[in-house]
């Protein structure tokens, strides 16, 4: 695990998804209710996770949509809400 910086992590997810979300018009928002997530994380892992989870998201919406990611840092965890 090393020091990762979740906001950077989701964003390069996202980007493999903005062009189909535009073409089937979803909408997409990322909000980080704290700036510099930074994680201990195994980047890799979660890049891939967020890959699947995002291209599955949108394949869910064919007809249009919103894809709502919030990034929530509590006391010791920092939380992931997609919607």
Known sequence: ???TNLREVIDNSLKIVEGQAAEQDIKIS???HEEDSK???DAEILRSVFN???INAVQAMPNGGNLQVN???TEN???V???
Request: glycine content about 0%; charged content about 20%.
């Open 1 to 3: 695990l090393k020091p």
């Open 30 to 32: 990322l909000t980080e």
């Open 39 to 41: 994680i201990f994380a």
């Open 52 to 54: 699947n989870l995002f």
């Open 71 to 73: 990034i929530l840092p």
């Open 77 to 79: 965890v920092v939380e």
């Open 81 to 83: 809400v997609v919607k």
